[in-house]
């Protein structure tokens, strides 16, 4: 089968593949059977029953769609992308959130005020995905991706694109319920609105499920992310006809081992030794349990010929 690559710089067929990854994703997003939560993990918008899950991920689209036009009228360069990257996502968030309550609440003035976002992931790599929609591939650095960036693979764009969007519905998710005093108020913000989950329609199974979120938080943070950085990995979400499923890319982010906490660098430090050490120890362990091994087995035919002459030596007696 022929790869599809993406083009490589600006023009007509670079504004061609845009679009058409824009209209597949909206189709994607409009079977509800593709925003199905598939993975191991719980998600924020887990808690969104279908139809509001689908207009969340349509509002972000169609948000996504200004913000790269608006872009491109601006004509920025890719260094100036990537300097405004933070603010350009905390803005784009805040507008998604925004326009995601006032469909729920059809009330501006409950949802006039801006946030502060917490931002990880490597903010979604936002500035790379940019690049990719507006200036082509040429422009990704080259030691970030596998691949030489002249030649990327349409679908990596794609996966890109999709877990950018999923991401993204998370934090907006995540906003909204940060923004409650206490979990008793985001509870009464479910139940006044038709937004919920079936699953979650009581207070023990919303309580149940922030704990739960709240302990996964804590495991990726300081034992999962620091393994994926060591392995150059990065995990993202896509969706699939079964659903929203995980998978992984090579992704070698450098600067990301510069924001390590020392939890997290400590991670590190252990991956590193359990790489130097774990090969000698399991060298050690073949080696004591082959010993072992010959050793019983001398013992046992050592015992069985024992055994037979003390059989033999009594018939004899006989």
């Not at 991401?167 to 008793?184: A, D, G, R, T």
Request: glycine share 0%; proline share 2%; with cysteine.
């Amino acid at each position: 089968m022929r790869v599809k690559y993406w083009p490589n710089q600006q023009g007509i067929e670079l504004n061609n593949a845009t679009v058409n990854l824009f209209q597949k994703t909206q189709r994607k997003i409009l079977k509800n059977k593709n925003i199905l939560n598939k993975t191991k993990y719980y998600q924020y918008d887990d808690l969104l029953n279908d139809k509001y899950k689908q207009n969340l991920f349509l509002i972000i689209l169609k948000e996504f769609q200004k913000l790269v036009l608006d872009i491109t009228e601006l004509n920025l360069t890719t260094k100036n992308l990537k300097k405004l990257s933070t603010n350009i996502l905390e803005d784009f968030i805040n507008k998604v959130y925004k326009s995601f309550l006032f469909t729920i609440q059809n009330n501006k003035n409950n949802i006039n005020r801006n946030y502060t976002i917490t931002l990880d992931q490597d903010l979604l790599l936002i500035d790379y995905l940019l690049t990719y929609l507006i200036f082509g591939s040429s422009l990704i650095d080259n030691d970030l991706f596998i691949f030489n960036p002249f030649y990327t693979p349409y679908t990596h764009v794609q996966i890109l694109f999709e877990n950018f969007m999923i991401q993204l519905s998370n934090l907006v998710i995540y906003e909204i319920y940060k923004n409650f005093i206490c979990l008793s108020e985001f509870i009464k913000f479910l139940k006044q609105y038709p937004i919920c989950n079936s699953k979650y329609i009581s207070y023990r199974t919303i309580a149940l499920f922030f704990n739960r979120i709240t302990w996964q938080k804590l495991i990726k943070s300081y034992i999962y992310t620091p393994q994926l950085l060591y392995s150059a990995k990065y995990e993202v979400l896509i969706f699939t006809s079964k659903g929203i499923i995980n998978k992984y890319i090579y992704a070698l982010r450098l600067k990301s081992f510069k924001n390590l906490s020392q939890i997290e660098n400590i991670v590190l430090v252990l991956l590193e030794l359990k790489d130097i050490c774990l090969p000698e120890i399991k060298k050690i362990l073949i080696t004591i349990t082959k010993y072992i091994i010959y050793i019983l087995i001398k013992i046992i035919n050592n015992s069985i010929i024992l055994f037979i002459r003390m059989i033999l030596l009594y018939i004899y007696k006989k």
